[in-house]
């Protein structure tokens, strides 16, 4: 580790010189009562029977109106909330329609629709050995939204599949980045700081899909354990360092106890030991409290030296 923070060693991914603009639209009931003005025209137009060079006229007007309603039908863009159409003309970024309803942009761009809500993925379990080289098996939940629609259609190929292997990439290298448990006061683990560690988590995935106009909600992690293969050996460690622990505790509180026995023996003059005498005690007192299983009484009929 030397000290060094896994999220800043990541490197950045490039952003790319696009950005979203406001596309131009308008109203788009406006253009659709228009349309229909325009084709009742037309009909009525072409129901007119007058002789002659005026009969051509109407007709070539007639036609005029109906190629002028079909393009205000063809502009006519309906966007969802939640959602955004981004305009394209003849392959040039001509700027985003986010606001929902029926709308009406160039009749001739391409609108491509993008989602904003917010989405969910779930990485696919993955085995990665932790810093201390222990095979674990680690997935995680991230929540996220696209900000900026023109780097995720231009700057990246597939954007959610960007984010996908973006999101797998960082947890796998948050996982070896960190032991599952910690064996030094102060260190990092993937099972004792787990807030700290998806905190990590969520700023190195928001780096790497950056570029893509994607934003980072949040992430979990959801599967977190040790692989198969060691499980059982590191359930017994671990198992052993609980009793360890455990005894440590024990331990301690006897040797409290027993000093404490000696102390009020000795100040309230209830009886005189020499040090052999303590020493018989203290041994006694130590095999009662620490003792797993239940002590037996035995009667001394006779001294300590016969």
Sequence with gaps: MNGQDPVRT???QPVARFT????????GLLFLLIGVVMVAVAIALFSVRPGGAAMVAL?????VLVIAAILAFSGLTPVVAGEARVI???????????EPGLQWVNPFARRIKVSTRIRNLETA??????????????????????????LALYA???????????????????????????SKEGELSLRENA????????AEIADRVRSAGVSVVESRLTRLSYAPEIAQAML????????????????????????LALQRLEEEGVVELDEERKAAMVSNLLVVLCSEQATQQVVNTGSLYQ
């Design 125 to 150: 379990q993955a085995k990665v050995n932790d810093a201390d080289g222990n095979p674990i098996e680690i997935a995680a939940v991230v929540v996220w939204q696209v900000q900026d629609t023109a």
């Design 10 to 12: 990541v490197r950045q």
């Design 236 to 259: 017994r460690q671990q198992q052993a360092a609980a009793v360890v622990g455990a005894r440590s505790r024990i331990v301690e509180g006897a040797v409290g106890m027993v000093r």
């Design 20 to 27: 979203e603009t406001a596309g131009r639209s308008a109203r």
């Design 88 to 98: 394209q003309l003849f392959g040039r970024y001509q700027g985003t329609v986010r």
């Design 59 to 63: 007709i070539v007007i007639g036609l």
């Design 156 to 182: 990246v190929d597939e954007y959610d599949k960007f984010v996908a292997i973006q999101s797998e990439t960082a947890v796998r290298h948050i996982a070896s980045s960190f032991p599952y448990t910690s």
């Design 195 to 202: 807030e700290e560690i998806t905190a990590r988590l969520s």
